[in-house]
C-alpha cells in the first residue's frame, strides 16, 4: 500500500510542479502548443491520484500500524476534505474549454491545493519515519 500512497502523491507533485511552469508561460489557451496538450494530461492524472485519497492512506498507517489511531484518524480526516476540496477545483478547471496561464496560475494560489500539498508532506514523512511499536529494537544499555 506503501506504494500506492508513492504513486498518487508523485502524481499530485509533478501535476503542481508542470502547472507552475505553465503559469509562467502567459498562454492564452492550451491549444496549439505542447506543454498546452499537456495540461489536462497532468490535471487528469492528479484527479485520478486524488480520487479515494485518504482511504488509501488509512490503509496505509493501519497496515504499518502507526499509533495512537483516533489522532491519524482525525488527520485523515483532513485530509479527505483538503483532497476533496483540491479535487473540486482540479475539476472545474478541466471542465473550461480553454486553460489559460492565468487560471492555472490562480489554481496553484488556491489555498485547497496548497492545503493538500502540505498535508501530503506531513503524511509522507510520517510513514517514511515511524515504525509501530513491535519493529522497534530495544537495546539492553545496562551492565
Known sequence: MLSEVANRCE????????MLAYAAQGLRTDEGSKS???VREFLHRAVK????????????????????AEKYAAFLA?????????????????AQP???????????????LRALLTDLFLLD???????????????????
Do not use: M, W
Open 78 to 94: 483532513v485530509l479527505d476534505r483538503d483532497s476533496r476540496d483540491s479535487l473540486a477545483a482540479l475539476q472545474l478547471v478541466l
Open 11 to 18: 502524481a499530485v507533485e509533478e501535476c503542481y510542479e508542470f
Open 36 to 38: 498546452g496538450g499537456q
Open 125 to 143: 514523512e510520517i510513514l517514511k519515519t515511524q515504525v509501530k511499536p513491535a519493529d522497534q529494537v530495544v537495546t539492553n544499555k545496562s551492565g
Open 49 to 68: 491520484a486524488l480520487t479515494g485519497l485518504a482511504e488509501v492512506y488509512t490503509v496505509a498507517i493501519r497496515e504499518k500500524g502507526l499509533e495512537p
Open 98 to 112: 480553454v486553460i489559460s496561464s492565468q487560471l492555472i496560475d490562480n489554481l496553484n494560489a488556491s489555498i485547497h
